[in-house]
């Protein structure tokens, strides 16, 4: 089955940092997800990526679709503290298929 | 608009006895997830709905689990009897589409704990 491997697995950064973390997949897939989780609560969608080489923004956030369709990496510029959470990676081949998770990538900042 | 809004969202059970988590999807939204997320093995699919109707459970570990979705403003998972590794924060979700790999918006989460 597919299988999406996260790294790094925690990060511990200064504020005011840039960030970058990034997904790999065992195969192709045609959808890339990012979503954060903040301390009980439910994963957020931050940015969603649908075509090989896509780069999207959304604020200082900034998410790439790999060119090989197997890998997704997402910066994060200029790290304050309320970046702190789990940011997840999701992906899948087609819309038939149930999106994959990561396992996440622990974000901490330190001001 | 509101959220996914699941209840509970603490539920703390002994061994052998029945929970029953809910869920209510955003008004309109087709799909209708339900998520276990451990420490171990992160966020697993148990199972999905498209338009009330059960698609895939494939997810679901074992016959003590059990989901319905009597109408398209709600949902419940079951676990009958319930087992201490049962314990995790179970997430129900909701999407606008019926596509499976579409944006899926997650609900607060119900954190079990089975003693």
């Known amino acids: 089955g597919q299988q999406l491997n996260q790294s790094p697995q925690s990060m511990f950064i200064q504020e005011g940092e840039d960030v970058s973390m990034n997904c790999t997949s065992s195969?192709?897939?045609?959808?890339w997800l990012w979503y954060k989780q903040d301390p009980g609560e439910g994963p957020v969608l931050l940015i969603a990526l649908y075509k090989a080489g896509e780069l999207t923004s959304n604020g200082r956030l900034t998410a790439q679709f790999g060119i090989t369709r197997k890998d997704s990496f997402l910066n994060i510029s200029a790290s304050i503290p309320s970046d702190v959470g789990i940011y997840f990676c999701?992906?899948?081949?087609?819309?038939?298929?149930?999106?994959?998770f990561g396992k996440g990538t622990r974000l901490s900042v330190i001001a | 608009d509101a959220g996914v809004i699941q209840s509970p969202r603490h539920e703390v059970t002994e061994m052998g006895q029945e929970v029953t988590l809910r869920c209510k999807p955003i008004?309109?939204?087709?799909?209708l997830f339900w998520y276990r997320q451990t420490m171990m093995r992160g966020l697993e699919l148990l199972i999905y709905?498209?338009?009330?109707?059960?698609?895939?459970d494939s997810g679901m570990p074992e016959d003590r689990f059990s989901a319905k979705m009597p109408n398209a403003s709600f949902s419940t998972l079951k676990i009958q009897p319930s087992e201490p590794r049962d314990s995790a924060v179970y997430f129900c979700?909701?999407?606008?589409?019926?596509?499976?790999?579409?944006?899926?918006?997650f609900g607060p989460g119900t954190r079990l704990t089975v003693l």
């Open positions: 709905f498209n338009n009330n109707v059960p698609i895939d």
């Open positions: 979700a909701s999407s606008p589409t019926s596509g499976v790999s579409d944006t899926q918006y």
């Open positions: 195969s192709i897939f045609n959808t």
């Open positions: 008004s309109g939204h087709n799909s």
């Open positions: 999701a992906g899948t081949l087609t819309g038939n298929t149930p999106l994959v």
